[in-house]
């Protein structure tokens, strides 16, 4: 399996930032890991022309239609149509302001799948859950019901994602991060079978430079999924070089 550093731009960046994606090019040439940038839809195509073959690009969302009466939503057919290969679904922030249910990510991602799309399914707990000790209770029933059946190794991964270490700071021990990917990759090996042992696992949320080499040590934690380290090429090039260290 080859590792994955993915960077989500979320509402961030204009065609300034592209520079970015240059310097990311210009230090990552030949990398050992695959790196993946999901920029706004409005960057996409233009990322995507500017990150050659070392960077692969990705939409933030997909619509689950393929076209259609939908103002401002975006196709997958689209985003391939923008040169990307990849999609995330499901990102707590879409659940929250979106009110996106697990069942809306099933068929997004089913959408993704259709299209061509690796799906980057985002999973995640919040801080009042975490409390109350249903963790991996609440992570269980995201990926039992997010998670479409035609998942396999090649068409998703999926983010680990604490909503409350979401652009925080605040970051779960290494054992909690590793007892929910244990737990992840039990509940998918015992669904999909020997196909999710190949199912990259990112953990999300606060990831930098200065935390990367440590996560990164941890069972199956085959990647991250960064937000705020993701802007600035030196921060992601750090963790992208910690992640092909790992
Ligand atoms: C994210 O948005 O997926 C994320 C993990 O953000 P941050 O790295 O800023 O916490």
């Given at each position: 399996?080859?590792?994955?550093?993915?960077?989500?731009?979320?509402?961030?960046?204009?065609?300034?930032?592209?520079?970015?994606?240059?310097?990311?090019v210009a230090?990552?040439?030949?990398?050992?890991?695959?790196?993946?940038l999901?920029?706004?839809?409005?960057l996409?195509s233009?990322?995507?022309?500017?990150?050659?073959?070392?960077?692969?690009?990705?939409?933030q969302?997909?619509?689950?239609?393929?076209s259609?009466a939908?103002t401002?939503d975006?196709?997958?057919d689209?985003?391939?149509?923008?040169?990307?290969?990849y999609?995330?679904?499901?990102?707590?922030?879409?659940r929250?302001?979106?009110?996106?249910?697990?069942?809306?990510?099933a068929?997004?991602?089913?959408?993704?799948y259709?299209?061509?799309?690796?799906?980057?399914?985002c999973?995640?707990?919040t801080?009042?859950?975490?409390?109350?000790?249903?963790?991996?209770?609440?992570?269980?029933?995201?990926?039992?019901n997010?998670v479409?059946d035609?998942?396999?190794?090649?068409n998703?991964?999926?983010a680990?994602e604490?909503v409350?270490?979401?652009?925080?700071?605040?970051?779960?021990?290494?054992?909690q991060?590793?007892?929910?990917?244990?737990?992840?990759r039990?509940?998918?090996?015992a669904r999909f079978g020997?196909?999710?042992?190949d199912m990259?696992?990112?953990?999300?949320?606060?990831?930098?430079p200065?935390n990367?080499?440590?996560?990164?040590a941890?069972d199956?934690?085959d990647?991250?999924?960064?937000?705020?380290?993701?802007l600035?090429?030196s921060?992601f090039?750090?963790?992208?070089?910690?992640?092909?260290?790992?």
């Amino acid at each position: 399996m080859r590792k994955l550093a993915a960077g989500n731009w979320k509402m961030n960046g204009t065609a300034a930032e592209l520079a970015e994606v240059d310097a990311l090019v210009a230090s990552h040439g030949a990398p050992s890991v695959d790196i993946l940038l999901c920029p706004p839809a409005t960057l996409l195509s233009r990322m995507s022309d500017r990150a050659g073959d070392a960077i692969a690009t990705g939409g933030q969302d997909c619509h689950a239609n393929v076209s259609g009466a939908h103002t401002g939503d975006i196709a997958a057919d689209m985003l391939v149509d923008a040169g990307a290969g990849y999609v995330i679904l499901g990102h707590s922030e879409r659940r929250t302001d979106h009110g996106e249910t697990d069942a809306i990510v099933a068929a997004k991602s089913t959408a993704a799948y259709n299209a061509g799309l690796i799906a980057v399914i985002c999973v995640g707990e919040t801080e009042g859950q975490r409390d109350a000790g249903d963790t991996l209770n609440v992570i269980a029933a995201q990926l039992a019901n997010s998670v479409p059946d035609a998942a396999n190794g090649a068409n998703t991964v999926i983010a680990y994602e604490p909503v409350w270490a979401i652009g925080t700071g605040r970051v779960p021990t290494l054992e909690q991060i590793a007892e929910v990917h244990d737990k992840m990759r039990a509940d998918l090996v015992a669904r999909f079978g020997e196909t999710a042992k190949d199912m990259r696992l990112l953990y999300g949320g606060s990831v930098k430079p200065s935390n990367a080499d440590e996560i990164f040590a941890i069972d199956n934690v085959d990647g991250a999924l960064v937000g705020g380290a993701s802007l600035k090429a030196s921060d992601f090039s750090a963790i992208i070089t910690a992640l092909e260290n790992a």
